[in-house]
C-alpha cells in the first residue's frame, strides 16, 4: 500500500506561481514512478507529469511543458509539481498518483491516488 498526501494548492492570479507537495508514505515507495493530474470542473481527469523512481526521467503533458517542473525527493518521499506561468485554464484538483509502471500517462495505469487539492488562476 502507498498513502499519498497533497498540499500546496490554492488561488493564483494569472501569471503567478505554486509548488505542489506530495508526501508518500508505504513500502518501498521510493520505487514506484509518482504523477500529476488534475480535473477541471466537468472534464476528465487529465494527465499533467511523470517522474520515475530515481528522479532521472521525467515527462509532461504538452500543456505542462516549459511551464510546470516535476521533481522528486526521495529521502522525504516526497515529489513536487513547480506550476510557472500559471493560466485561468490550469484551474482544477490536482492529484498525486503512484505507478509501477515506468512514465505511465493514463490514469488507469496509476494504482495509488491522493484526495488532491485545488488549484485556482484566476484571470
Do not use: H
Request: net charge positive.
Amino acid at each position: 500500500q502507498v498513502q499519498l498526501v497533497e498540499s500546496g494548492g490554492g488561488l493564483v492570479q494569472a501569471g503567478g506561481s505554486l509548488r505542489l507537495s506530495c508526501a508518500a508514505s508505504g513500502r518501498t515507495v521510493s520505487r514506484y514512478s509518482l504523477g500529476w493530474f488534475r480535473q477541471a470542473p466537468g472534464k476528465e481527469r487529465e494527465f499533467v507529469a511523470a517522474i520515475n523512481w530515481s528522479g532521472g526521467s521525467t515527462y509532461g503533458a504538452d500543456s505542462a511543458k516549459g511551464r510546470f517542473t516535476i521533481s522528486r525527493d526521495n529521502a522525504k518521499n516526497t515529489v513536487y509539481l513547480e506550476m510557472n506561468i500559471l493560466k485561468p485554464e490550469d484551474t482544477g484538483v490536482y492529484y498525486c498518483a503512484a505507478t509501477s509502471l515506468f512514465l505511465a500517462t493514463m490514469r488507469g495505469q496509476y494504482n495509488y491516488w491522493g484526495q488532491g487539492t485545488q488549484v485556482t488562476v484566476s484571470s
